[in-house]
C-alpha cells in the first residue's frame, strides 16, 4: 500500500513563508508525477504546481515567482517551497504522485495566511 505523508502547513502573517513536505512511502517503483494541490474555503481543489519525473515544473499564475516546487528522487519526497505569502494562499494543501501509473492523494495539511 502506498500513503503520502505531508507535512509543514501552519499558520503565518503576510509576506511569511513556508515549507511544505510530502514524503511517498510503501511499496514504489516508479514516480511520475508529483504536484500540489490546494482547496480554500468553499472553493475547488486548484493544482499549484507541478514537477515531472525530470524535474520539470508547472505553476498556477497566482504563484509564479512566489512558490518553488521540489523533488528528492532518492527519499521520494516532493516540497513546495512558499515566499511572501498572502491571505489568498490559505487553505488545505494536499499532495498528489503518481505512483506506480496510479494516483494517489495525501490527507491534506492547513495553511493560514492572516493580513
Known amino acids: 500500500q502506498v500513503q503520502l505523508v505531508e507535512s509543514g502547513g501552519g499558520s503565518v502573517q503576510a509576506g511569511g513563508s513556508l515549507r511544505l513536505s510530502c514524503a511517498a512511502s510503501?511499496?514504489?517503483?516508479?514516480?511520475?508525477?508529483m504536484d500540489w494541490y490546494r482547496q480554500a474555503p468553499g472553493k475547488q481543489r486548484e493544482l499549484v504546481a507541478r514537477?515531472?519525473?525530470?524535474?520539470?515544473?508547472n505553476y498556477a499564475d497566482s504563484v509564479k515567482g512566489r512558490f518553488t516546487i521540489s523533488r528528492v528522487n532518492a527519499k521520494n519526497t516532493v516540497y513546495l517551497q512558499m515566499n511572501s505569502l498572502k491571505p489568498e494562499d490559505t487553505g488545505i494543501y494536499y499532495c498528489?504522485?503518481?505512483?506506480?501509473?496510479?494516483?494517489?492523494w495525501g490527507q491534506g495539511t492547513q495553511v493560514t495566511v492572516s493580513s
Open positions: 498528489n504522485a503518481e505512483v506506480n501509473l496510479r494516483g494517489y
Open positions: 510503501g511499496r514504489i517503483l516508479s514516480i511520475r508525477n
Open positions: 514537477i515531472t519525473s525530470g524535474g520539470s515544473t
